[in-house]
C-alpha cells in the first residue's frame, strides 16, 4: 500500500486542482500558476509512484514443500566425510531459503536432508551433467518455467527454484527452494564456499598425506 501512495495522492491532487479550475468563473494570474505548480507537484509524485512500483517488486510467494522432513546420509562414508556433511547441510538449511538438499557423489546420493523428495535415486540428466562437465553453478531461478525440471523428481514435486552447485568432478550438491527467485548473490557465493570445502574434504579423504617416516634412535 505505501508503495501506490504517491500515485494515489498525486490523482486527487490533480483531480482537485482541475475541478478547482473549472468551477472558478474569473482566474487570477496568480491563481493559474500555483495550478501549473500543482499539476507539476501532481505529476511528479505519480512518477515516483510508478518508479516505487518498478525498484521494489513483490516478494515471491512461498510455498509448502510436498513431502517429509528428514535425514538420510551415507552409512559406508568415513566418519569425517559425514561430519563435514552434516556440518554443511545444516548451514545451508539455517543460513539460505533452501530447504531440500541432495548430495550426489560418484554415481549415487551420499546425503538427503530437509523436505525429501519421493524417489531416492538421481540419474544425472542434462542440467547435472552440464553442471558436472563444466564444473559452473546453474541456478533455476523459477523451476516450473524449465522443460528440464522432470530430471529433478528426487526433489519435492513443487520445489521452486533450484541451484546445482558442483563440489568436484564426480560430486555435485542440488538445492531446493521454496519461492522462485529467492537465492540472493551472497547466497550463492555462501554455497560455492562451502562446495569448495566439500571438495577439500573428499579430495584429502581420497588422496590422504603420507605418513612421516618413523623416527628411529641413533
Known sequence: MLKRMPIVVGIIASSLLVVNRILTPNL????SRSDALGIIISAVLILTGLLWQNFQPNAPESVDLIGESGFELEATLPDAIRTELAWAS???LN???T???VVYHQGKIILRRGILGKNPQLTPGAIVKRVLETQKAVYLVALKL??????????PENTQ??????IDADSVIILGANAPRSYTKQDEAWIAGIADKLSYSFNLIGNPPPARPESTSP
Open 146 to 155: 524449465y522443460p528440464g525440471r522432470v530430471e529433478f523428481d528426487y526433489l
Open 95 to 97: 543460513n539460505t531459503v
Open 28 to 31: 487570477a494570474p496568480t491563481q
Open 90 to 92: 545444516k548451514l545451508l
Open 161 to 166: 527454484g533450484v541451484i546445482c552447485q558442483p
Open 99 to 101: 530447504k531440500s538438499i
